[in-house]
């Protein structure tokens, strides 16, 4: 017969499972809000059960990683790892590494980022861990499209892409080509950017994944914007947005407002424009996002040039370069110059030297 210790404990047990399960069902509907408060009321329930106490604290920072909380998801992921070390579990402390890589690179601290994932990556190989390997793969990939290496970016994502293919796991095959058409707009290959959206759209509507599916909507939304296809860009970025907005997520909803802010430069729409990115520079600072807040600058800039402004539009310019010099944002920061070159009525050859896409030389820059 159960004692009464064994009871409560057996109480506890099931409550834990029952907010586990209802945050699961949260997150697999893309409603990351009601999945965190979930999540944290399972956490507390676990501060006695260290096995428990580990799931929770993982999947809790996976989910405050994803609602933009990525400092406290850092934080997370340490604990967890700590704990996981503690308890042996070789499988958890390599799945919070690489969480915590991912945490520290939405932070823009991509060296620090990319270091924890080689390091989990390296566990993965050991154990030989396919899907975990295949992970890293791709997280490793957006690493180096943050850092500005396109090229090695794409083949990551290429290389991730044909692994998940192999385990089936479609759900992530569709996250590739949202990768890969992202690095391909970067590179300048428009086209190719639009079929790998497109690709992803596709398998995120098969698989209802709300998330990817606003994702994919906005990548489509900026190749077209790319291309000058302004109309039908606007269409698909709203539709991201509506998405976004419908599931809570800031992080995602910051760069499509700054996409409608750039396309609102390149119709003109100055006043719209500013508002935009207005929008999204307040999201940025909520998440500490400091990639974002470059892109802002550096759109910001461009309102101030074309609002007869030039003297403030030079201060966004400086407070972009000197974000993307600090972080070593190669990419953002070619961006940067070349805008400053045209309001200094000098020439930029960066992009060029860089083999990335040139944003050239005059106002409105179409950014990618």
């Known amino acids: 017969m159960p004692t009464k210790l064994g009871d409560r404990m057996l109480i506890g047990i099931n409550k834990i499972e029952k907010y586990l399960e209802e945050a699961s069902e949260h997150t697999d509907a893309s409603e990351y809000g009601k999945a965190l408060r979930a999540y944290e009321k399972a956490l507390k329930l676990c501060e006695n059960e260290d096995e428990s106490r580990l799931r929770c604290l993982c999947a809790l920072a996976d989910c405050e990683r994803m609602s933009g909380k990525f400092t406290k998801a850092a934080d997370d992921y340490k604990l967890a790892r700590e704990l996981a070390n503690s308890l042996n579990d070789s499988v958890g402390a390599l799945d919070s590494t690489v969480g915590w890589g991912l945490a520290l690179r939405a932070l823009g601290l991509w060296k620090d980022a990319l270091q924890k994932i080689e390091d989990a990556e390296a566990g993965y190989v050991e154990k030989a861990d396919k ?20 090229k090695q970016a794409v083949e990551l994502f290429e290389r991730a892409k044909d692994m998940f293919e192999q385990l089936e796991e479609t759900s ?3 996250y590739c080509h949202t990768g890969i058409g992202g690095a391909k707009r970067m590179a300048g290959d428009f086209a190719a950017s639009l079929d790998n959206y497109n690709a992803a759209n596709v398998i995120f509507k098969k698989v209802k994944d709300r998330f990817g599916l606003a994702y994919s909507y906005c990548g489509i939304g900026n190749a077209l914007r790319m291309t000058g296809e302004f109309s ?4 698909f970025l709203n539709r991201a947005a509506k998405i976004y907005d419908h599931i809570d997520d800031i992080v995602s909803s910051a760069y499509t407002l700054w996409s409608l802010g750039v396309l609102s430069l390149m119709q003109g729409k100055i006043a719209e424009s500013e508002k935009r990115f207005a929008q999204a520079l307040k999201y940025f600072k909520k998440t500490s996002d400091v990639r974002g807040l470059a892109y802002v600058f550096l759109g910001k800039a461009q309102v101030e040039f074309l609002s007869k402004r030039k003297q403030k539009a030079i ?4 407070k972009a370069l ?9 990419l953002e920061h070619c961006h940067g110059a070349a805008i400053m070159a045209a309001l200094e009525g000098n020439s930029n050859t960066c992009h060029k030297e860089s083999g990335i896409y040139d944003i050239g030389s ?6 990618p």
């Open 315 to 318: 201060v966004c310019v400086k």
């Open 131 to 150: 899907s975990g390997m295949a992970f890293c793969l791709w997280a490793k990939a957006g690493t180096f499209r943050i850092a500005g290496d396109i």
């Open 172 to 174: 992530a095959i569709g």
């Open 232 to 235: 039908e860009s606007k269409k």
């Open 322 to 330: 000197d974000i993307t010099a600090r972080y070593s944002f190669s």
């Open 362 to 367: 005059s106002f409105p820059f179409n950014i």
